[in-house]
């Protein structure tokens, strides 16, 4: 047990993160299976591969502390504490959703568990999570904000621009890059001319470390460093998680620029298998129960599927209700 322990995770609590990327992944490929059946409207990005760096990062925060999300959102959502029903159901277009059938993949948002939502727009939470941090800051809540992105919102005007205006004020918010390779059929090095995105923290003026996307334990600690700082008044800092996703960018990505050996090589480092074998390791879990805790998340997909297939379409008439601009 001295790998979690030296690292402040008591077996409980270890075992609830293995249980939320079993979720993540289960969640996943039942999501690719309704899309190809079109029983999901619009298009969905997979999260398949980087269990490991929403669960660790949200493992390091407490259930009153904020997240902002991206377009490859479910398994922030699922990190966080998510309604397995409400999300299948909002994947699927009903009324029962969390955003009443009306945001769908790209758009679910959990405003009570802490869960600020998804954005289609890429690097769009990165600014929405900086105006968190300011109004915690403001209140004086004591509340921490992380801001997960992927690799291609580096390189936007408004990561420049919201990790500039975070550093000056001192904001408790947490960067987590979610450097999974590509953006989109663009690699990173041919987006970016240093190897780690991480080191343009020091332009910024706050800390930024690289650490291991596949390996939750990495994660945990690297994000709870982190958070420490903010929480403490320190401010903001830059983590920047290497990982992988093993589907395409979307659902219509045939994958056709990177090679089938490549993506072998990254499923060889899948980051629950990994978990696993450190926890059965540490005589946590033994292959029996972890066979049990994956099936379990299958019914709990299985009764969140039910769920919205029972539940109702909205009604036309509310098509306007919620609708701000």
């Excluded at 995770?9 to 079109?38: N, S, T, V, W």
């Excluded at 990005?45 to 493992?59: M, P, Q, S, T």
């Excluded at 790209?106 to 998804?118: E, F, M, R, T």
């Amino acid at each position: 047990m001295d790998v979690l322990s030296e690292c402040g995770l008591a077996p409980e609590q270890a075992l609830d993160m293995l249980r939320k990327m079993l979720r993540i992944r289960e969640f996943e490929e039942l999501a690719d299976q309704l899309f190809a059946q079109k029983k999901v409207q619009g298009t969905t990005h997979l999260y398949v591969g980087e269990e490991a760096v929403a669960v660790g990062a949200c493992a390091a925060i407490g259930p009153t502390d904020l997240i902002t999300s991206t377009h490859r959102g479910h398994g922030h959502c699922i990190a966080k504490g998510a309604d397995l029903r409400k999300m299948m159901a909002e994947l699927l277009g009903k009324a029962t959703g969390y955003c009443k059938g009306k945001g769908g993949s790209l758009h679910i948002a959990d405003v009570p568990s802490g869960n600020l939502g998804a954005n289609g727009i890429v690097g769009g939470g990165i600014a929405l999570a900086v105006g968190a941090a300011l109004s915690s800051h403001m209140r004086r809540s004591g509340q921490v904000v992380l801001c997960f992105f992927g690799d291609g919102a580096a390189n936007q005007g408004v990561f420049h621009e919201s990790l500039n205006l975070a550093a000056i004020w001192k904001l408790p918010v947490v960067f987590i890059c979610e450097n999974n390779a590509y953006a989109m059929s663009t690699p990173v090095a041919k987006a970016f001319c240093v190897n780690d995105i991480a080191v343009r923290a020091v332009s910024y003026g706050m800390p930024g470390e690289t650490v291991d996307g596949n390996d939750v334990i990495a994660v945990f600690k690297a994000v709870s460093r982190a958070v420490e700082r903010a929480r403490g008044g320190g401010g903001p800092s830059l983590v920047e998680c290497k990982t992988y996703r093993w589907k395409g960018h979307s659902k219509g990505d045939a994958r056709k620029y990177r090679t089938r050996e490549e993506e072998q090589q990254w499923r060889e480092r899948c980051p629950i298998k990994r978990f696993l074998d450190v926890l059965t390791a540490c005589g946590i879990v033994t292959e029996q129960q972890a066979a049990a805790e994956r099936e379990k998340a299958r019914r709990e997909l299985e009764d969140a599927l039910d769920f919205a297939h029972e539940s109702p379409f909205p009604d036309p008439s509310e098509v306007a209700t919620d609708v701000y601009c």
